[in-house]
C-alpha cells in the first residue's frame, strides 16, 4: 500500500493490459439500469423509504442548483463565436455548491468511477454516507512527478478514475536525460494521457449503446489536479500566449508550447461531445493520483 507524507491511501494499481471488456464492465457501471445492492438487509428499509433498491446515488432530474447555475453541475457554458472561452472551462465548486460540502464530499464513487455530487442533495446515504451524484458528470484525477536523483531525474504520471478501475494510470516518463523530466511536462503529460483516454471512453460507450445498452450520456469530464501551472495555463494563459505568437508577456518563447498545443486541440475534440472542465484541488484532495505516480517511480 503506497504511502506519501505519512499519510497511507489505500489505491489498487492494475498493472495488467486492460483488455476492452475491462471497459465495457465498468461503463455499465454508469448504465441507468438498478445495480446489485450491496447493502445489508436490515439496512434496506432506509432506502427503500426513498423508492431505491439499491444504494444507487444517481441525480439528473431535477431543478436549478442552489447558487442558480442550471440543471448540470459543472454545467456547460455558452459558447462564443462557437467556441468555449478558455476561462469557462475552470470548476468553481464555490460557485456550484453550498458551504455545507466539503471538497471531498464534492465527489461520490459509484462504482469504479468518481463523479460530482449533486449541490441540490440534502443528505447523506446511512449506509454509504454519501450525497447523491450526477453521473454524467465523471472526475478524472491527475498527477505528474518529478525526482531529482544524483543519478539524474525521474518523472512519472498517476491518472486515477475510481477505485478499482482497470484504467487507473500509473507509469514512469521513459526517456534517460534531463529535458525529458520536469514536473511541468509530466503534469502536461498526466492531462494529455488522461484527454486521450477520455476519447476512447467516449468511443466505447457509444459501441455499447449500440448494442442496445442503457447508459447515462456523459456530460462533462472534470479534469482534478493540484497543478496551477495545469490549469491556469489552460484556463487563463493560453489564450495570451496565441495572441502574442506564443510568448510570454516578457517576449520568451512559452515552454511546453507544443504540448499546450497539442492540449487544446484535445480539448476541442472531446469537446465536440463533452465538456472539460479543471478543478484545481490543495494537494492533500488529489492523493489517489499522487500515489499513482509514486508508484511508478518506485517501481522503475
Known amino acids: 500500500m503506497p504511502s506519501t507524507a505519512g499519510v497511507v491511501v489505500p489505491v489498487r494499481v492494475n498493472t495488467k493490459k486492460k483488455k476492452a471488456k475491462d471497459f465495457e464492465d465498468e461503463a455499465s457501471e454508469l448504465a441507468r439500469v438498478s445495480r446489485v445492492s450491496h447493502i445489508p438487509q436490515k439496512d434496506k428499509a432506509h432506502h427503500a423509504s426513498q423508492g431505491k433498491e439499491g444504494c444507487v446515488h444517481s441525480s439528473t432530474a431535477h431543478g436549478p442548483s442552489p447558487k442558480g447555475t442550471g440543471h448540470h453541475v459543472a454545467g456547460s457554458p455558452e459558447k462564443k463565436d462557437g467556441e468555449i472561452a478558455h476561462a469557462d472551462r475552470r470548476f468553481r465548486p464555490e460557485n456550484e455548491y453550498p458551504t455545507r460540502f466539503s ?93 486521450r483516454n477520455a476519447t476512447s471512453i467516449i468511443e466505447r460507450r457509444r459501441k455499447m449503446m449500440r448494442k442496445g445498452k442503457v447508459l447515462m450520456p ?83
Open 218 to 300: 456523459l456530460n462533462t469530464f472534470v479534469i482534478k489536479t493540484d497543478s496551477e501551472y495545469l490549469v491556469r495555463g489552460l484556463t487563463e494563459w493560453l489564450p495570451k500566449w496565441k495572441k502574442n505568437g506564443w510568448k510570454t508577456c516578457k517576449g520568451v518563447p512559452v515552454a511546453n508550447a507544443e504540448m499546450f498545443k497539442l492540449a487544446e486541440t484535445g480539448i476541442i475534440m472531446v469537446e465536440m461531445v463533452v465538456q472539460v472542465k479543471f478543478w484545481l484541488v490543495p494537494k492533500e484532495n488529489n492523493l489517489e493520483a499522487s500515489c499513482l505516480a509514486k508508484v511508478a517511480l518506485m517501481e522503475e
Open 103 to 195: 471538497l471531498k464530499e464534492m465527489e461520490i464513487d459509484i462504482g469504479s468511477w468518481v463523479c460530482l455530487a449533486c449541490p441540490t442533495s440534502t443528505r447523506k446515504c446511512r449506509d454509504c454516507k454519501q450525497y447523491e451524484g450526477h453521473e454524467d458528470s465523471l472526475v478524472i484525477a491527475i498527477h505528474g512527478e518529478c525526482l531529482t536523483e544524483k543519478t539524474g531525474k525521474r518523472s512519472a504520471i498517476g491518472v486515477f478514475y475510481g477505485r478499482g478501475n482497470a484504467g487507473n494510470i500509473s507509469w514512469p516518463i521513459p526517456g534517460k536525460e534531463d529535458f525529458f523530466h520536469t514536473t511541468q511536462i509530466a503534469e502536461l503529460t498526466a492531462f494529455l494521457r488522461a484527454l
